[in-house]
């Protein structure tokens, strides 16, 4: 092979690696609706990658890559169709469908049969059935409609590649077993369905917003994944106002990634953040979804009371002028919306900046006996940071160790000792080095 043919066989594996990014989701789902079959749907399109591979080479890359692996991949899923139809005998009846479909040029308005369908939409609730338990539901997104690769996935959550591609099998038998609609829910199936593909994209965002393990404080990547199908599914689903809310708070949350990391990759907690820093453009953009959210009368709803409470720190230019005020009452409201434990302990940190650091202990030395807790890093953090500003320096350092022996994060637990260090050192300034704890 010559350095001319290695030069020619390098840009086409480019190009098709960034072609199968952007148009990997779109091709599985136009499939899908065709062979309702997430998991064939998955092959057909792996198998016209395989082809690009083998002819992009040779032929070049086409003037429309997207429409050239839909074409070879829909002439694979019309072979598939007829093989079904043999096995089935209704040779006629399926082979007028197939005809149909093969001569049907997709127009996604025309094939709208609810207020918020299209093939993507579908693929993305299929994904995210409940059927599947939350993990599975975060890997099958993730690679089909992030097109990231097994290997990927598993390196972003830093669990072996054998566990995600279990997970991504067992999801997809799963989804064929419970024999799982390729299709949008509707009234009363539509809310507690939505809720579960937001929870997903919820879940990547955070992971990649505040690394659960490993040894880096974010995964920028993984942020970006969610993001973007979190704009899309606003997009394909523009009169729910939890969707918007969803989105606000993620946008909020990513315009603060680029203070969120010092220069050796420490960790900067949310007081301490050079906020000039903070990505303005992606606040308006949260602004304006989170205004959304509310117009369509989501402002009680749990992602836009979130994003409420982010949005308060994005328009406030220095630390000072928060306000931590409305942010404890946001969180009020948010603990009877949605209660858990760690709304409270939110709320907590909200309370004592706002009413001092004896009120917000008071809440979090309810918590101490809360079982779902129990092995929470940030609960004997904040404590700390309490305990820190009421001068119980001893006390504070060894809430500090205590959850630095908690987390899995390397960058979080140096952070923690550092912290703790502080607290031995110099007692009187440990209060300015213990910052709010921020997640997601």
């Known amino acids: 092979m010559t350095a ?3 030069d020619r066989t390098q ?3 480019r190009a098709i690696d960034a072609v199968w990014r952007i148009e990997s989701a779109r091709l599985i789902a136009g499939l899908a609706r065709i062979v309702r079959d997430v998991g064939l749907a998955e092959e057909l399109a792996q198998d016209a990658l395989v082809v690009a591979l083998e002819r992009w080479p040779e032929s070049g890359v086409p003037e429309n890559p997207g429409a ?3 074409a070879t991949a829909k002439h694979r899923a019309i072979d598939a ?3 079904r139809q043999m096995r089935e005998r209704k040779h006629e009846e399926l082979g007028k469908e197939i005809a149909t479909q093969q001569l049907a040029t997709p127009d996604l308005d025309a094939q709208l049969d609810d207020d918020v369908g299209d093939d993507l939409l579908r693929l993305i609730f299929t994904a995210c059935h409940p059927v599947l338990s939350a993990e599975a539901r975060v890997a099958l997104t993730l690679r089909l409609l992030g097109g990231l690769t097994t290997e990927e ?8 590649e054998p566990t995600v591609a279990q997970r991504i099998v067992r999801a997809k038998r799963t989804l064929a077993e419970k024999r799982v609609p390729f299709e949008v829910p509707r009234g009363a199936e539509l809310a507690p369905r939505l809720s579960s593909v937001l929870e997903v994209l919820y879940l990547v965002f955070n992971e990649g917003y505040s690394a659960t393990a490993g040894d880096d404080w974010m995964r920028p990547a993984l942020c970006e994944d969610a993001l973007r199908l979190g704009r899309i599914l606003a997009e394909l689903a523009p009169q729910e106002p939890e969707v918007h809310g969803l989105v606000a708070l993620l946008e909020i949350q990513a315009s603060r990634s680029r203070a969120r990391i010092g220069p050796a ?6 007081l301490a953040q050079n906020r000039a820093r903070w990505d303005r453009v992606l606040i308006r953009r949260g602004l304006l979804a989170l205004e959304r959210a509310e117009k369509l009368g989501g402002a009680r709803g749990p992602y836009a009371l979130q994003a409420a409470i982010v949005a308060c720190h994005a328009r406030a230019r220095t630390p000072e002028e928060t306000d931590w005020v409305r942010i404890a009452s946001l969180y009020a409201t948010l603990a009877e919306v949605a209660p858990s434990p760690v709304v409270e302990l939110n709320r907590a940190v909200a309370v004592a900046m706002a009413y001092g650091p004896a009120a917000g202990l008071e809440i979090v030395d309810e918590l101490t006996a809360e079982p779902t807790l129990a092995s929470y890093h940030l609960l004997p953090s904040v404590r700390a940071d309490l305990l820190a500003k009421l001068g119980r320096s001893e006390e504070a350092r060894a809430e500090l160790e205590r959850a630095a022996s908690l987390t899995r994060n390397a960058r979080e637990r140096d952070l923690l000792l550092e912290r703790a260090a502080a607290c031995a050192r110099q007692p009187a300034v440990a209060e300015d080095r213990i910052g709010v704890p921020e997640r997601g």
């Open 4 to 6: 001319a043919d290695i």
């Open 11 to 13: 840009s086409a594996q």
């Open 68 to 70: 050239w692996l839909m």
């Open 81 to 83: 169709l007829r093989r």
């Open 153 to 160: 996935i598993a390196r972003a959550f830093l669990v072996p």
């Open 265 to 270: 990759g420490e960790p900067i907690l949310l």
